[in-house]
């Protein structure tokens, strides 16, 4: 079964730093996305970053520049650098995963595996 766990999420003054977690069990695709999604309240999810298994990286609009996508491979482990935040990155951040590429170029609800999310709040 495949599970995703994220974890690092928290409260952060604007201008700050964080960095997220997904831990991954069970996913033994060779060809894969992993991506980071974020969703505030009264919003539509909103796809942030992916990586595809070949190490390619994408970017949404509003955190390219300051997010930054990676996985250790050895820890079956995605993470997502967060710089310079801002309150309207106050969200629920969710990492998720499937087995086409390009999965931030899709409709995120036909994703395949998504974990329960962490909350990250940034004030002013």
């Known amino acids: 079964q495949v599970q995703l766990v994220e974890s690092g999420g928290g409260s952060v003054q604007a201008g700050g730093s964080l960095r997220l977690s997904c831990a991954a069990s069970?996913?033994?695709?060779?060809?894969?996305?992993l991506g980071w999604f974020r969703q505030a309240p009264g919003k539509e999810r909103e796809g942030l970053a992916a990586i595809d298994s070949d190490g390619s990286t994408s970017y949404g609009y509003s955190v390219k520049g300051r997010f930054t996508i990676s996985q250790d491979n050895a820890k079956n482990t995605l993470y997502l650098q967060m710089n310079s935040l801002k309150p309207e990155d106050t969200a629920m951040y969710y990492c998720a995963a499937d087995r086409v590429w390009g999965c931030l170029l899709r409709d995120y609800r036909y994703l395949e595996v998504w974990g329960q999310g962490t909350l990250v709040t940034v004030s002013s």
């Open positions: 069970g996913y033994t695709y060779s060809n894969y996305c």
